[in-house]
Structure formats: C-alpha cells, structure tokens
C-alpha cells in the first residue's frame, strides 16, 4: 500500500543522466486524458551531475543532495534556487538519483511546488569564458530578466 505522501524516486544508471519525459501518447477517453498530462519531472544534463559531484566532495558531504526550487521574488517575478540538502527528502519531494560505478552516488531534490513550474525542465552546467555556473532550460520560461536568475512563467 502506498501512501500519496510518499516521496517519489527516479533514478538514472551508466550515463548519469535523466532522460527527458517522453512525449504523452495519444488515445481517446478517460485514460487518454490521464497519460496526455505532461510528467512532473526535470532533467539533469551529464556536465551538471559531474558538478554536482564535484562541489558535494568539496563540500564534504557526498552522501548530501543538491535541492532545487524556486521562489517568489527577484528582478521578474520567480527566483531559481539552488541549495545544498543534508537532511532526508522531504514527504512528496521529487528525488533523482545518478549512480556511477566507483563514484558518490548524486542526488537532485525538487519539492511538490516547485515542480510544477520546473516540470520538463534541464538543469545543466554552463562553463564559459563569462560564466561559470548552473543554468535551468525551463519551457516554462516567458521571459528572464538581465541576471538570468529570475523568469517569469507563461
């Protein structure tokens, strides 16, 4: 028996990264309507996973988790945030698990509300000459404000 306060798990073996949602298939009546709703999930790139790595062993805490979200606020309306977790996931969080043989396992939370904003989202690693730093790939996106950190949602 489940409960519907349970937190729901992904996880993502060899490449270490979380496929993207797969289009809804298209069928008619009650159950059509059901599969046609978009999954509530986000996407981490390869670079972003090596990342976060790399910053959770800097840290010292590999077996911690990176917590993703937004909030109201900033230049636009939403705010991303990007957290350090070091405390379990919380009841309905979104919990994504990248294993690599050898390597701390890398884990990507996303909080129940915070998801539907973030849903169909990539969370990527960007390394320019300019900019070093994750960047979110939201659908979700009407218009980013100057910063890059603050979105407005169409």
């Known amino acids: 028996m489940q409960s519907s306060e349970e937190t729901t798990t992904t996880r993502a073996a060899d490449s270490g990264a979380h496929p993207a949602p797969a289009a ?10 059901a599969e046609a709703k978009p999954k509530r999930t986000l ?15 800097k840290r010292g805490t590999p077996e911690g988790a ?6 109201g606020g900033g230049c636009s309306g939403f705010s991303y945030v990007i957290e350090f977790e070091d405390k379990p996931p919380r ?12 390597k701390a396992t890398v884990r990507v939370l996303c909080d129940k509300k ?16 300019m900019y070093q730093g994750f960047k979110f790939k939201n659908p979700h996106e009407a218009t980013r404000c100057g ?6 949602v169409a």
């Not at 009841?91 to 050898?102: K, R, T």
């Open 114 to 129: 915070s998801i539907l904003y973030l849903g169909g989202s990539v969370l990527d690693w960007e390394k320019t000459l």
């Open 91 to 102: 009841s309905g969080d979104l919990v994504l698990e990248f294993a690599e043989p050898g």
């Open 24 to 33: 809804p298939a298209q069928s008619s009546g009650a159950a059509g309507e």
């Open 147 to 152: 910063c890059g950190h603050s979105f407005t």
């Open 66 to 71: 990176i917590r993703v979200g937004i909030r």
């Open 43 to 57: 996407s981490v790139s390869d670079a972003a996973v090596q990342a976060i790595r790399a910053q959770l062993a």
